[in-house]
């Protein structure tokens, strides 16, 4: 590509960013989606119609309302039961319409019935219609695999919205027997109670059919919806609206927002200070670029941005800086060797190309086995990572040699330091000890959980809910304050969740939700009076309420992690074939930093959250990233060091990459730090996460990874020698 034509691409790009975060078009409606956590929404309290339900029936309500709102559009939302009777619905921010649309869809029962009309209404138009006029129940929306929204434009027939539905298999010949034995006849199809339509069966359907008679587009898909996802097993209605606040609560915010700014100046000036004012400012602008497509593309795609989301952007942002330090290195490398700046650059960024592309692919492997498998939360962190793995590419490869070409044209001076050549340090030979210590504690550390256990959020456990009258003056953090006045055992004030709401009426609450499950202290304890009488409050309710995260949300998580590593075990093993003992070693070194992380997180006490779910999935990418880094350096120097031992090839792969292995952890680290200082204590464990896994991410590639790489060849060679000589003996 041309000089020209890359420069209409980066400006296309940036005008089409700033385009959607404005959206000129979209006026009154916020561009930038945020979660639940980050900016609150709606609040919607569902009343069993019956008393006393099976516990069993409102969990499977739970789950079918989540995988409804999920299906619906609005992402990041909370599902939870709530006492025995309730399911609590929280949904980020949405416009009025949608509002209205949300809670018509979550609590829409969904009884789906196929019904023949008796011969007598045969003549009755649909709305006339009514049960007495149809048989009985021939076949209920069980049988129904998957529905769409369509909006059919045949000739010679009615045009207008439909839903298309498929049979499961096992009912496509019962279905079919039946339509076919009734041709001629209407059959209606009813939902809750209504006859949606009642058309003459024209000819035998057995795999498909249509639902028509639909009113709008959006009242199709929202059928399709409810249809996809299975009626409820009980009647629900809305008991209660709020609005709610952020539930990180606005001082987490406030302070995540300061250290994040921390941060960024952090990162700008190490890396001005390290590459010099042309190579640092043209990185400081790339990853600024980078930010700004990432925002860009969140708002295009309507996808909304949450903590977990903000874990995949420090991820991301580290990756933006990450791929340009490889190019840097490897340009002070042949500016080291004599070469003038411009070739210097040209040869940087050409070998710098497949280390980019391969640590960046396994990283989206990872983001597109958590967005297949993973709904909620977990989703919000695999769009964000995606999205920022291909700006980040994007801006490595297209904008930072791009700008730095324009500004080299004429006067071609770096205004950069040549760095450290380090050379002659010996890593695989420490392997073995350092190897085998780590290796203990990391098993240490797995049986310190399995015998210990993790402290879990009420994300997975549930927990009590107080609901408190507060006056408009009452921050969230004078409630966290009278918390931890409180000093009830067990009870942890920095992990409480509060939310500001407003109810119907304009009156202003807040609502708390804690881990404990004790009577004693929960639902019909008296930790709601005494934090009422704390705070100066009036307690409205208290209840418990069951976890956030689904019993398929968490199948889902763990099915994503092992289909994401088993994609990158195959896809690394591609890349390096022979040398297949390199996927082997950077799966072993994720799974030692995970191990490590999680030994972190029980030795600290640190509640297993979603945004620490979040983080370790940080800890994966990071950690692979890394030694994909220093992989892919040791196959190019086997290409041109063949007369020199593998051991040897292995060492001079990391030392070559260690200044960079130092730049890119000490860049990445610095708004982590900023966040663990400043961020606040509701943030603490989600930073102090990340913090161990970078620190153990750059130790592993290091020391675990090169010598396990040297293992793997060693046997390796040693397996194909004893063939051959056993081949020769016969």
Do not use: C
């Not at 930093?593 to 029980?602: M, N």
């Amino acid at each position: 590509m041309n000089r020209s034509a890359t420069g209409i691409l980066i400006l296309a790009a940036i005008v089409a960013s700033i385009l959607y975060l404005w959206q000129p078009w979209n006026s009154g409606a916020s561009p930038l989606k945020l979660g639940l956590d980050l900016q609150g929404g709606l609040r919607v309290t569902l009343q069993s119609d019956q008393d006393d339900p099976v516990r069993e029936d409102l969990e499977a309500a739970r789950d079918i309302i989540e995988n409804r709102v999920n299906q619906f559009g609005v992402s990041e939302s909370l599902v939870q039961t709530s006492g025995d009777e309730s399911i609590v619905v929280e949904l980020p921010g949405l416009t009025g319409e949608d509002q209205e649309r949300a809670l018509n869809l979550i609590g829409q029962q969904a009884v789906l019935e196929f019904r023949l009309v008796r011969s007598a209404s045969n003549d009755l138009v649909t709305e006339q219609l009514t049960a007495d006029d149809l048989e009985e129940v021939a076949f209920t929306g069980e049988i129904i695999s998957d529905a769409r929204a369509e909006f059919m434009q045949v000739p010679g027939a009615a045009s207008g919205p439909v839903v298309s539905f498929d049979i499961k298999r096992d009912f496509i010949s019962d279905f079919g027997s039946f339509t076919g034995s009734n041709v001629n006849r209407r059959m209606a199809i009813v939902l809750d109670g209504n006859i949606v339509t009642a058309p003459t069966l024209q000819s035998r359907i057995s795999d498909s059919g249509q639902i028509t008679g639909i009113g709008t587009l959006d009242e199709a898909s929202d059928i399709a919806v409810v249809l996809r996802s299975g009626s409820l097993p009980i009647s629900l209605h809305v008991a209660e609206v709020r609005s709610i606040g952020p539930t990180l609560g606005q001082d987490a915010i406030d302070a995540g927002t300061t250290a994040a700014l921390i941060g960024s100046i952090a990162v700008i000036i190490a890396v001005v200070a390290y590459y010099g004012p042309l190579f640092g400012g043209v990185l400081a602008f790339g990853v600024m670029l980078a930010m700004l497509f990432i925002f860009g593309i969140l708002a295009g795609l309507e996808a909304a941005l949450t903590l977990p989301g903000l874990a995949g952007l420090v991820l991301t942002i580290g990756a933006a800086v990450d791929g340009n330090v490889i190019s840097f290195e490897r340009i002070r490398e042949e500016l080291r060797a004599g070469r003038g700046l411009r070739l210097a650059m040209k040869r940087g960024f050409g070998n710098s190309l497949s280390a980019i592309i391969d640590a960046n692919v396994t990283t989206l492997l990872a983001a597109g086995a958590l967005y297949q498998y993973t709904t909620g939360p977990v989703r919000g962190f695999a769009i964000t990572l995606a999205i920022g793995i291909v700006a980040s590419v994007f801006v490595n490869l297209v904008v930072v040699p791009y700008v730095l070409d324009l500004f080299t044209a004429r006067k071609p001076r770096s205004f950069m330091w040549n760095g450290f050549d380090i050379r002659g340090l010996q890593f695989v030979r420490r392997g073995p000890i350092v190897v085998a210590f780590t290796g203990l504690v990391a098993l240490a550390s797995l049986a310190w959980v399995a015998i210990v256990g993790l402290p879990m959020s009420t994300d997975f456990t549930g927990g009590t809910n107080l609901t408190l009258a507060v006056d408009e003056a009452t921050t969230t953090a004078e409630v966290r304050s009278g918390l931890e006045a409180l000093q009830v055992e067990g009870l942890d004030a920095q992990n409480a969740t509060i939310v500001e709401a407003i109810d119907q009426s304009g009156a202003h609450q807040i609502i708390v939700r804690t881990a404990l499950t004790d009577t004693e202290f929960g639902g019909t304890g008296d930790i709601g009076p005494r934090l009422a009488d704390e705070i100066g409050a009036e307690l409205l309710q208290a209840e418990f309420v069951g976890p956030a995260i689904g019993a398929d949300l968490r199948r889902g998580a763990i099915n994503a992690v092992l289909v994401s590593l088993g994609l990158i075990l195959v896809y690394v093993g591609w890349r390096f074939w022979p040398t297949w003992g390199v996927a082997v070693a950077a799966i072993v070194a994720s799974a030692h930093d995970v191990l490590f992380s999680l030994g972190a997180l029980a030795l600290f006490n640190i509640e297993f959250s979603i945004p620490v779910l979040a983080a370790l999935l940080f800890v994966v990418g990071y950690s692979l990233n890394d030694s994909i880094i220093i992989a892919d350096r040791v196959r190019e120097n086997s290409r041109t060091m063949r007369d020199v031992g593998y051991r040897e090839v292995v060492d001079l792969a990391v030392n070559q990459t260690l200044t960079r292995t130092i730049a890119t952890s000490t860049t990445t680290l610095l708004p982590v730090i900023a966040l663990l200082l400043w961020g606040g204590s509701v943030l603490r464990g989600f930073s102090l996460v990340l913090l161990i896994g970078i620190v153990i991410g750059t130790f592993s590639s290091l020391f675990i990874m090169s010598p396990l790489i040297v293992w793997f060849k060693e046997r390796s060679r040693s397996g194909v020698a004893s063939a051959r000589r056993r081949k020769a003996h016969a």
